[in-house]
């Protein structure tokens, strides 16, 4: 979809560029949507819903975001003005007949250069909740975007409902891409902040990548390229590979102590969860005490940065080095001073990090260090004031990387739910399911006793 009216052309901004670069190396647009829906409890009026998501693409303006491709370029323009004339609402007679319908639209492809960035629909539940079902491009939304746009909308819907005055508009995206066109004293800075990330990330030593069901894979190709020392497999993705997504929740009790633990100790269940997730692809991978993820930063520092729509959001490599000799608690003080100097330099753009793995690693586009994708999601319970609501993630049916692990605390059960989308050609769900299980069981032990060194922890492991 071309600019027809005069409007403003834009480059994309570093953080689009990563969706791009993910279009490039896929061959699956699918891979870079965002497919998810809020349910809410209580019985929404769809027809004034509706009003509120026309209102809500006025003053959400990654909305009216439209890209086309010129020469071999991506560029990007806004709609002056854009509205949906009716929105699809379905009824679903159970849990099962939802997923499957959501399932299969998660994976159908959204036609960007047609001018189709999102979908919506409307639904009513089998337990009698309004849900709102939404499939948006990641190139005009990152996570954090979504939960904006869930949040503002339905204070749009209750200022219509009540008669009141609409709320605080919300921040310009295109703003921040103003921002990033033709800014030198920027990419000198971002030039700087690379070169002090990608200096650390080498560590002076090569990674391994690990995998969830161990080193099968690796060994394998060691063998048919005959090179022993290979660290990191080719996993180039096939045109026919597809995901299939593995949603696990931990028990009442598994998630107390979790909560707990947390709580007592004022750190974040993100670094336990991770060091769960570490621990066991160590102990299943030969004890490489060596592992690296992709983790999302949201890269939203100012409030105006907060209250807006947009893809900012930048997945930065963080990497671990855990001796076996240091206890449960001491990871968890060493992946948080790693949070700390990632944040600092989040500004970094995946695209220049990706370059840099492959300069200093000596590797193609087809391999890799990272174990999984991961992103921690921090849900309040107080998000849509007093409505309890429940967040859904689904299917999108191709992914670049083996493993994208999305972790978050139920805002109303404190259940943690973890979600695993996985690639078939690499692990089966069974397979995934075993990794979960020593993941948790690695988090329970470490929380009972946080003085506990991680190797002992591996080896009473039972799994």
Not at 225 to 246: E, S, Y
Not at 284 to 312: A, Q, S, Y
Not at 431 to 455: C, D, S, W, Y
């Amino acid at each position: 979809m071309k600019p027809k009216n005069n409007e403003t052309v834009y480059r994309l901004i570093h953080s689009q560029e990563m969706v791009a670069f993910m279009w490039k190396y896929t061959m699956h647009m699918q891979a870079t949507q965002i497919p998810c829906a809020v349910v809410f409890e209580d019985a929404l009026d769809f027809g004034l819903l509706a009003r509120a998501v026309n209102i809500e693409i006025r003053r959400n303006d990654c909305m009216r975001l439209r890209l086309f491709r010129q020469g071999t370029q991506l560029r990007e323009f806004f709609l002056e003005d854009y509205r949906l004339e009716k929105i699809l609402v379905k009824e679903f007679s159970s849990r099962e007949a939802q997923d499957a319908y959501f399932n299969a639209d998660a994976e159908k492809k959204l036609e960007v250069f047609d001018g189709e960035t999102f979908r919506i629909v409307f639904f009513r539940s089998a337990e009698g909740g309004s849900g709102i079902y939404l499939c948006v491009s990641h190139m005009i939304m990152d996570a954090m975007a979504t939960f904006t746009f869930f949040k503002d909308l339905m204070a749009v819907y209750d200022a219509l409902a009540s008669g009141s005055p609409l709320p605080k508009p919300l921040a310009k995206y295109e703003d921040i891409i103003k921002n990033e066109q033709d800014n030198p004293a920027l990419e000198q800075r971002l030039e700087a902040e690379t070169k002090i990330l990608a200096d650390w990330m080498v560590m002076d030593r090569r990674p391994t990548m690990c995998f969830v069901n161990g080193p099968g894979i690796l060994d394998r190709q060691r063998k048919l390229l005959r090179q022993k020392n290979m660290t990191m497999p080719f996993v180039g993705l096939p045109i026919k590979d597809t995901t299939h997504f593995v949603k696990l929740h931990l028990t009442d009790e598994e998630s107390a102590k979790i909560t707990a633990f947390v709580e007592e100790n004022g750190i974040s269940a993100e670094w336990v969860i991770q060091l769960g997730l570490r621990l066991n692809f160590s102990r299943i991978n030969r004890r490489v005490n060596d592992t690296t993820f992709w983790v999302l930063c949201p890269r939203r520092r100012t409030v105006k940065e907060k209250r807006c729509g947009g893809t900012l959001a930048s997945p930065m490599p963080w990497r671990e080095i855990l001796p076996e000799e240091k206890t449960f608690r001491e990871a968890i003080s060493q992946l948080s001073e790693t949070q700390a100097f990632l944040f600092r330099h989040s500004d970094v753009p995946f695209t220049s990090m990706r370059r840099e793995e492959l300069k200093r690693y000596h590797i193609t586009q087809m391999q890799s260090p990272i174990c999984s994708m991961f992103s921690y999601l921090p849900l309040q319970a107080d998000t849509f004031g007093n409505r309890q609501y429940s967040y859904i993630g689904y299917n999108f049916g191709h992914y670049v990387m083996p493993l994208y692990t999305v972790t978050m605390r139920d805002p109303h059960s404190g259940q943690y739910v973890f979600s695993y989308i996985h690639r078939l050609w690499l692990s089966s769900d069974e397979e995934v399911r075993a990794f979960h299980a020593g993941a948790v069981q690695a988090i329970m032990k470490g929380i009972e006793n946080p003085e506990k060194t991680l190797g002992e922890i591996m080896e009473e492991m039972k799994l």
